[in-house]
């Protein structure tokens, strides 16, 4: 481990004022540098969004927190690109307000965050609190700051990126298992949209509630979690279906050629 101070670029989703942000920038700060650069308002459920057709605004807060009129992933770009003046050692983003587990990786802001953090080739880690609340806060943002210096001690924050998700349970610190390793589990499909009729009489919509968890069995996220440990879950960019590129490729060849005038 080198002697110098991690240099942390630290985001989230639900806005620079979060308390999760707040109380994880204060554990970090007692051995890392950390700059905060986090969206200005809530962008739950904004993956990994970027802002393409409208100009990004930077401002910096009286906590001293820097704060963007854009998605999580806005203000990881925007950092990394220009603004820092230098490449962090590390992309942490949360503590997320509530869980983001199975299928929630994929809509998930804070999750986007980290995975912008990840396709600049840079270690990112994403953290979220399983229940929504900040009940046990202090001891979540302890046990990430545990996690984050025992890998900076053990050389494991290099040059060569990666990606981890990381559910923590709201449990004082003394009732928290250990940190397991896992895949993502499943949800069962969302909850049917919400309808109301507006003051105009017109029909609004609401997106409904994720749904219940269907995959939930031994070695998933939402397993250790249940059971009190810390989800540890390494993610990957790569959408390709490797396992079914040959019956794709068979299929592929069957399809009639088109003309060409």
């Known amino acids: 481990m080198s002697d110098r101070r991690l240099k942390i670029l630290l985001s989230n989703d639900d806005g620079y004022r979060a308390e999760g942000l707040v109380a994880l920038h204060a554990q970090l700060s007692t051995f890392a540098d950390v700059e905060v650069v986090a969206p200005e308002h809530n962008n739950s459920a904004k993956s990994n969004a970027l802002t393409l057709n409208a100009p990004l605004y930077v401002h910096r807060a009286d906590n001293g927190f820097r704060f963007v009129n854009g998605t999580p992933a806005d203000c990881v770009h925007i950092a990394l690109t220009g603004l820092l003046g230098y490449r962090p050692d590390l992309v942490v983003s949360g503590i997320n307000n509530g869980a983001n587990m199975g299928d929630d990786t994929l809509y998930s802001g804070t999750v986007g965050a980290a995975m912008e953090g990840y396709l600049f ?115 990957r960019v790569d959408l390709t279906d490797h396992e079914r590129l040959g019956y794709w490729a068979q299929t592929v060849a069957r399809l009639a050629p088109k003309s060409v005038s």
Request: aromatic share 6%.
């Open 121 to 235: 080739g840079i270690p990112a880690m994403a953290f979220s609190q399983v229940d929504k609340g900040w009940q046990h806060l202090e001891a979540a943002a302890m046990r990430a700051t545990d996690i984050i210096r025992d890998m900076h001690v053990q050389g494991l924050i290099a040059q060569a990126p990666w990606l981890l998700n990381i559910n923590i349970p709201n449990r004082p610190a003394h009732e928290m298992g250990a940190s397991r390793l896992c895949r993502l589990g499943r949800r069962h499909a969302a909850e049917p949209v919400i309808t109301q009729i507006s003051p105009r009489g017109e029909t609004m919509y609401w997106i409904g509630n994720a749904g219940p968890a269907m995959d939930a069995g031994e070695g998933t996220d939402f397993h250790a979690t249940a059971q009190g440990q810390v989800s540890i879950t390494p993610l």
